[in-house]
């Protein structure tokens, strides 16, 4: 029997492997998809690679302001791509060989829970005395009725088109909705945001949102707050997407909407209810300052409870827990996140 199963190799996953078997744990680590998780391959590094085009584009577009002129310029979305690609593999690389420095047996695939004990990956049985599950989110599909589902896209799979949409319609404007607002628009996109609150950035200090909306006004992006999207709908090409707001209906042409309305904790075969497992009104996994969930030796950690953030958060956790001091489980202070969104946001152009 091992000492400890981990079911996601995610920042938070991958991290508590390591320091697991630095404190001698004989530790299994079970991986659906590639190490790294949702900010090593579809969130914090793939957007920061499309941030720093982003940069580099108003730089150029900006050159007049320091005496540089500059002939016809053009942005090659697929070249971007493979750029991305590069340095998240790369990136991923690294995390396997830590793994495998580590001595951390991996097994790739999907795992199922049978009880708090007995994990089984494609008819293999795993035994361990502790159980860490570290499976992230995903986006949440749209809230609205899509007759086209080629039209209406996620945030992984923004990222990865190969050509810019001519009209973007970003539904939600959040953290997320507005990265990609930043750097669609710095790539030639017309872009829209729609947002059901009143405000931008709504889980945020409200100054924040108020500052982006002027700065992505200067963007010309158009942004609508307080509206509630009704469809999407095909009128002919582009599509249209029908909003209501306090002042009527709203309609936003678009070639492409990106639905960025919220993530879901990602538990599809962890069997929660059968072990009992407590989570919260939204499906995230309940856990206390120590990762310890209400059944004993089952810890969860990072984005499955509902702690969405800077993915450190998640190493945080990982190394922190009933192994190690009790500090070590503390997750970034409120300054030091607002820190993190303020740099990320204008390295996107918002100022």
């Keep these: 029997m091992k000492d400890l199963v981990i079911i996601g190799g995610g920042p938070g996953g991958y991290t508590a492997a390591i320091r697991a078997r630095q404190l001698g744990m004989e530790t299994v680590l079970i991986e659906k998809d590639r190490y790294g998780g949702t900010c090593l391959n579809r969130g914090c590094i793939p957007t920061k ?17 320091f005496n540089i002129e500059v002939g016809h310029v053009s942005f090659d979305m697929a070249g971007a ?5 590069d340095v998240v593999t790369r990136l991923v690389s690294g995390v396997e060989k830590l793994l495998k420095d580590h001595g951390v047996e ?70 997320i909705g507005l990265e990609f607002a930043g750097i669609f628009s710095a790539f030639g996109s017309q872009v829209t945001v729609l947002e059901y609150q009143p405000d931008l950035l709504p889980a945020m200090d409200l100054e924040l949102g108020k500052r982006l909306r002027i700065s992505m006004k200067k963007q010309k992006i158009n942004v609508h707050t307080g509206v509630v999207v009704e469809q999407v709908e095909p009128a002919g090409n582009p599509w249209q997407v029908t909003a209501t707001g306090k002042t009527g209906s709203i309609h936003v042409e678009a070639d492409l909407v990106l639905s960025a309305t919220g993530r879901k904790a990602c538990t599809d075969g962890l069997n929660l209810d059968q072990l009992g497992i407590a989570v919260d009104d939204r499906g995230f996994i309940k856990a ?43 997750t970034l202070p409120c300054h030091s996140r607002l820190r993190v969104y303020l740099t990320r946001d204008r390295q996107c152009g918002f100022e």
């Design 81 to 85: 791509r493979r750029r991305k690609d």
């Design 288 to 330: 206390d300052q120590h990762m310890a969930t209400n059944i004993e030796g089952v810890y969860a950690i990072g984005d499955v409870t509902g702690n969405a953030g800077p993915c450190g958060r998640g190493r945080r956790g990982g190394g922190g827990g009933k192994y190690s001091r009790p500090k070590s489980s503390r």
């Design 106 to 175: 991996r097994i790739k695939g999907r795992a199922e829970v049978i009880d708090k004990n007995t994990v089984v990956v494609y008819g293999q049985t795993i035994q361990a005395r502790n159980l860490l599950i570290a499976t992230g989110s995903i986006p949440v599909p749209p809230p609205f009725p899509v007759m086209n589902l080629e039209m209406v896209v996620n945030s992984d799979q923004l990222l990865d088109l190969d050509k810019v949409p001519q009209r973007l319609a970003i539904i939600g404007g959040g953290v």
């Design 49 to 65: 690679a499309y941030c720093q085009n982003a940069a580099v584009l108003r730089s150029i577009y900006n050159s007049k302001e």
